[in-house]
């Protein structure tokens, strides 16, 4: 989660924390708390224990998962870890909105659309895929500041596309940070908690996806019942280690042949082609490939002798897939797109098939995909910041 902020509190001094010397805004906070405002619940700025009253800041799968947990917290009558809950997301082409506006009705809690954020008081604020940037005067809202639910291992994918990178690099590791959000840099704070897990082989993003968020809304639930130790006890990121996760573009789905392999494009099928299918591009056409899978030896062993440029494409009958030479093997494609979705058998009958009846002279490696070359977006010109005064 991006979010540009400027802390509005130092570490709550807890016994034990030898050494540290409490802030003079945690002390002035700290009287605040002991107020008869506390006890009687009018409003106190901040609390030194539970139950918080949170603000949610998500969007999506991920942060759904994140939502569901902290409302079995506000649930749980006999833990009292969550006293209020209220949610922000952002507005959504879909009449139903995203994953967590949708959770959030269902679930009969308060909900905001980017840029309202309501008006209430809040202990601490938790932002998991939210991707907004949030004003100084609304971090300044939170006594606790704002915890980042973050699916890396932080500092590996500081960006807004950990888990992509993770799958699209062959990483065998993942796992979630819980991070208090610093100023003006990104990703960069604090690390209150982490977690790592095994990626399962051949693992696709959206299925690394649910594994992360089960284990972060756990994790997260686990800070929350012990926040100002949890805030205190927090660790520097190291400087070594450091990658990051940019956002992904239709430019990133596009194959090339002649430079990766048949690792790397499988990669790049489980990391983002549920998201956006892999394209090339086939007789000047723009073609995508819906179902890619791997091809074993004794396929290959019949396509012997045959074509070896990459991109090339010969359609296996036994097997009803067409075969695509790459850098150093070949991929298997169940079904494409081009102008409709077809089958493998399909896009030989109506295309590879009369091609080759209309240029029996000419060579298979004539008949190859090759790679879709997408121009570079324009950059946006920046409209000049007039300071107000």
């Given at each position: ?19 540290r010397r409490?802030s ?37 799968q ?15 009558k ?5 006293e209020k809950?209220?949610?922000?997301t ?5 009449p139903?909105?995203l994953?967590?506006k ?15 954020v ?12 939210f991707g ?17 639910v ?9 960006g ?12 065998t590791i ?11 840099r ?6 209150l ?8 082989p ?7 996806e ?7 809304a ?17 660790r ?5 280690g450091?990658?990051h ?16 392999t ?10 983002v ?7 090339t591009?086939w007789?000047?056409?723009t ?8 091809v074993?030896s ?16 010969i ?8 075969l ?12 494409v ?8 058998t ?13 240029n ?8 190859r995909f ?6 570079p ?9 007039v300071?107000?005064?």
């Amino acid at each position: 989660m991006r979010a540009l902020v400027r802390c509005c509190c130092g570490h709550l001094p807890v016994g034990g924390g030898a050494g540290r010397r409490p802030s003079p805004r945690w002390r002035a906070l700290a009287r605040l708390s002991a107020s008869p405002g506390w006890e009687d619940g009018q409003g106190a700025p901040v609390r030194e224990k539970p139950p918080w009253r949170v603000l949610f800041f998500g969007t999506d799968q991920f942060a759904r998962e994140t939502l569901r947990a902290l409302h079995a917290a506000r649930e749980n009558k006999e833990e009292e870890l969550i006293e209020k809950l209220e949610v922000v997301t952002v507005p959504s082409p879909s009449p139903k909105g995203l994953p967590v506006k949708q959770y959030a009705i269902q679930s009969q809690l308060p909900v905001y659309e980017w840029p309202d954020v309501g008006s209430g008081e809040y202990d601490v604020g938790v932002v998991a895929s939210f991707g907004r940037l949030l004003s100084e005067a609304l971090i300044l809202k939170f006594p606790y500041g704002i915890l980042n639910v973050h699916p890396s291992c932080l500092p590996r994918w500081r960006g807004p596309a950990p888990i992509i990178h993770t799958i699209l690099h062959g990483d065998t590791i993942a796992g979630v940070t819980i991070m208090q959000i610093k100023p003006k840099r990104f990703d960069v704070g604090p690390i209150l908690k982490q977690e790592t897990v095994p990626v399962p082989p051949k693992s696709t993003s959206k299925e690394l996806e649910a594994v992360l968020s089960r284990l972060g809304a756990n994790m997260l639930i686990s800070v929350l019942k012990n926040l100002p130790e949890s805030l205190n006890d927090g660790r520097q990121q190291p400087a070594e280690g450091v990658t990051h996760a940019p956002k992904i573009s239709a430019a990133t789905s596009c194959i090339k042949w002649e430079e990766q392999t048949s690792e790397q494009i499988f990669r790049l099928y489980r990391a983002v082609g549920n998201m956006i299918p892999l394209q090339t591009v086939w007789m000047d056409n723009t073609i995508k490939l819906l179902d890619l899978v791997e091809v074993d030896s004794s396929i290959l062993s019949d396509s012997k002798g045959q074509a070896v440029i990459p991109g090339s494409v010969i359609y296996h009958k036994q097997s009803q897939i067409l075969l695509v030479c790459c850098k150093d093997d070949w991929i298997g494609v169940r079904s494409v797109m081009l102008k409709k979705t077809l089958t493998a058998t399909d896009f030989y009958n109506g295309y590879l098939h009369p091609w080759y009846q209309k240029n029996s002279q000419a060579q298979p490696s004539q008949c190859r995909f090759q790679t879709l070359r997408l121009p570079p977006k324009k950059k946006k010109q920046k409209k000049k910041n007039v300071a107000m005064q």
